[in-house]
């Protein structure tokens, strides 16, 4: 049997907007998985919000690639922390976090402390970041270097924040813009692409061997880069446009449909 890489987004894709996941798509993980193919979460999530979902699916080992490509781990049951890092990419937030203040109105930010959580400039809605969650001040937030940085607003849309990136001229830095006005910004050239291709090579599999399931802009690159790219049903006319195929949408658990036809 050849055993393949799959790649996984979690929301939009594993999981419903609401955080459940339908026992049809983590049985169908599962199963894969069982198979002997290699299972890979890809996510824009952190680290402490990516490692529930692997543990929800049953998945003990194999690799994650959390914060769109800028932190891969393996899962490791007997590691301190239940995983140990791979893989870690960092940027200085200080040229970014200049070009976005007094950007938008109402906008807050978030820069990702590794493991832990976030630091703030201003409190974010509830449910909407994992992990220890501290505000400080703005000067604060560029001291560090981070594997990513969030912007976001609620009173502007996707299509006000792809305007205000290529307004602000976002060139030196990686960045997707979410489903509503949430903008992440990752380093330069990092992409949950760029960490599949060197957990491909880690684990031997041929590029040709290769599937990835994905809903939304930051899965782009990683559609591009798999063999067989699958866009989510819901996913935006721009994420269809660079997969091989569409499934079906998150309600109708198309990618349980993908994963599936894996075996």
């Known amino acids: 049997m050849t055993r393949l890489l799959v790649a996984l987004d979690i929301d939009g894709t594993l999981l419903h907007f609401d955080g459940t996941m339908s026992d049809a798509v983590r049985d169908a993980v599962r199963a894969v998985a069982d198979a002997g193919h290699h299972v890979v979460i890809a996510t824009g999530r952190s680290v402490i919000a990516a490692t529930p979902v692997a543990e929800h699916i049953g998945l003990a080992s194999g690799y994650l690639v959390c914060s769109n490509g800028a932190v891969t781990i393996s899962l490791d049951p007997s590691a301190p922390a239940g995983y140990h890092l791979v893989e870690t990419v960092t940027f200085d937030p200080g040229p970014v976090l200049g070009k976005l203040r007094d950007a938008w109105p109402d ?13 703030l400039s201003a409190p974010f809605p509830e449910g909407e970041l994992n992990g220890v969650q501290k505000v400080v001040s703005w000067e604060e937030l560029a001291q560090q270097p981070t594997t990513r940085l969030t912007f976001r607003s609620s009173s502007g849309t996707a299509e006000d924040f792809l305007e205000l990136a290529e307004r602000l001229g976002l060139h030196e830095v990686n960045y997707a813009v979410g489903f509503s006005a949430w903008l992440d910004i990752n380093p330069e050239g990092v992409s949950k692409a760029s960490a599949l291709e060197q957990v491909r090579r880690f684990l031997g599999i041929e590029p040709c061997d290769t599937v990835a399931v994905g809903d939304h802009r930051n899965d782009l690159e990683m559609l591009e880069w798999a063999a067989r790219g699958v866009a989510m049903g819901q ?3 721009e994420v269809k446009a660079v997969a091989d195929e569409v499934t ?7 990618a349980a449909t993908v994963l599936r036809s894996l075996l």
């Open 107 to 119: 906008a807050t930010v978030a820069v990702e402390v590794l493991g832990e959580g976030f630091l």
């Open 235 to 237: 996913a935006p006319d």
């Open 248 to 254: 079906g949408t998150i309600e109708q658990d198309g």
